[in-house]
């Protein structure tokens, strides 16, 4: 079983490109969790003027569901036990290489 909660961070390699979160967490964790009672992603305080864009797989600089900056942070929490579907959330960076904490509590 994955730690929980899931505490890790994940790095967004690419300006520009839409990254698969669940995938990135499985990347560096492959016993991550494919779904979550409470999802939170916080953009690194040190992140500078990078944007950072939660949006389905289709999203663009144009097209995008939740933008944050430094420090900021964006928090799901399901009505069902664990009824976030990581997978289904997409993240994309103005900057390149910039990191991005999850946390996710499986109950």
């Known amino acids: 079983m994955a730690d929980n909660p899931w505490m890790k961070c994940v790095t967004l390699t690419n300006a520009n490109q839409n990254y698969n979160l669940l995938a990135l967490m499985q990347a560096v964790d492959s016993r991550a969790p494919i779904s979550c009672h409470i999802l939170q992603l916080q953009l690194d305080p040190a992140a500078g003027s990078a944007k950072l864009r939660i949006l389905n797989q ?5 097209n995008w569901g939740i933008q944050i900056v430094a420090s900021q942070a964006f928090q799901v929490n399901s009505s069902g036990t664990n009824s976030v579907p990581i997978g289904n959330y997409w993240l994309r960076c103005s900057v390149a290489g910039r990191i991005v904490g999850v946390f996710a509590l499986v109950t």
Not at 58 to 62: A, K, L, P, W
């Open 58 to 62: 289709d999203g663009s600089d144009t």
